[in-house]
C-alpha cells in the first residue's frame, strides 16, 4: 500500500521567509502528484500537479518537485505571506481512480 | 457559484440513524469521489464513480452505501450511522478526458454522530 508521509507537521515562519515543504512516499510508480492547500472550514484547492514524467511545476510564487526514482517531493514558497497559512496536503495518484494523501503539513506564517 | 457544492455543511445525528451527504457539480466532469478525513488519518476514500453506471468501493466502504443519480450528482449514505463515523466528509470530481486528472473539491460536510 502507498504510504505518504509530509515533514515537517507543522511550521511557524516570519512573512518573507522562504520556506521549504517535503513530501515522501513508498511506491515510486505514480501517476502523479498533487499539491493542496486546505483552509479551515474549506474544502482542498488543487495548487499544482506534477506528472510522473515531470520534474516540476511552477505557479507564481509556488514550485513543486518530483524526484520518482527516491519518492520525494518538495513544495517551495517564495517571500512567505501571511494568507499563506494553511494546511498543505500533498496526494499521489497510483492507479487510475483515487488519490493516496499524506496527513498534510500546517503552515503558519506571522506577520 | 461553487463547481462542487455539498450538502449539508454541517450535520449532528444520533446513533442508528439514517444519513445522506449530497454532492453537486457543475463542471461537467465523470468521475466523481467520496473521502473522508479524520484528525491525524488524513483523507481517505469511501466510494469512487467513473460514471453513472460505474460505481466502486475506496479503501473504506463499510458502513457506506452511494448513489450516482446523474453524472453532475453522487450522494452517500450512511445507513445507521455510529459514533467513529463522525468525521469530515469531502466530494471531488475530476475529468476522464483531461490530461491532468486534477481533483477538484467541494467544501466539506462535517458530521457529528452522537
Known amino acids: 500500500k502507498q504510504e505518504v508521509t509530509q515533514i515537517p507537521a507543522a511550521l511557524s515562519v516570519p512573512e518573507g521567509e522562504n520556506l521549504v515543504l517535503n513530501c515522501s512516499f513508498t511506491?515510486?510508480?505514480?501517476?502523479?502528484l498533487q499539491w493542496f492547500r486546505q483552509d479551515p472550514g474549506k474544502g482542498l484547492t488543487s495548487l499544482l500537479l506534477i506528472q510522473s514524467s515531470q520534474r516540476e511545476q511552477t505557479s507564481g510564487r509556488l514550485n513543486a518537485s518530483l524526484d520518482k526514482s527516491s519518492g520525494r517531493s518538495t513544495l517551495y514558497i517564495a517571500a512567505s505571506q501571511p494568507g499563506d497559512s494553511a494546511t498543505y496536503l500533498c496526494a499521489v495518484r497510483v492507479s487510475g481512480y483515487a488519490l493516496n494523501f499524506g496527513k498534510g503539513t500546517s503552515l503558519l506564517v506571522t506577520p | 457559484d461553487a463547481d462542487v457544492t455539498q450538502t449539508p455543511r454541517n450535520r449532528i445525528t444520533k446513533t442508528g440513524k439514517r444519513i445522506m451527504l449530497e454532492c453537486s457539480q457543475t463542471?461537467?466532469?465523470?468521475?466523481m469521489y467520496w473521502y473522508r478525513q479524520d484528525p491525524g488519518l488524513g483523507l481517505r476514500l469511501i466510494y469512487y464513480?467513473?460514471?453513472?453506471?460505474?460505481?466502486n468501493k475506496g479503501e473504506i466502504s463499510d458502513g457506506y452505501s452511494v448513489s450516482r443519480q446523474a453524472q453532475a450528482k453522487f450522494s452517500l449514505s450512511l445507513e445507521s450511522a455510529i459514533p467513529n463515523q463522525t468525521a469530515l466528509y469531502f466530494c471531488?470530481?475530476?475529468?476522464?478526458?483531461?490530461?491532468?486528472?486534477?481533483?477538484?473539491f467541494g467544501p466539506g460536510t462535517r458530521l457529528t454522530v452522537l
Open positions: 511506491d515510486s510508480a505514480i501517476y502523479n
Open positions: 464513480s467513473f460514471d453513472v453506471k460505474d460505481i
Open positions: 471531488a470530481t475530476s475529468d476522464l478526458q483531461g490530461s491532468t486528472d486534477t481533483q477538484y
Open positions: 463542471k461537467g466532469h465523470d468521475r
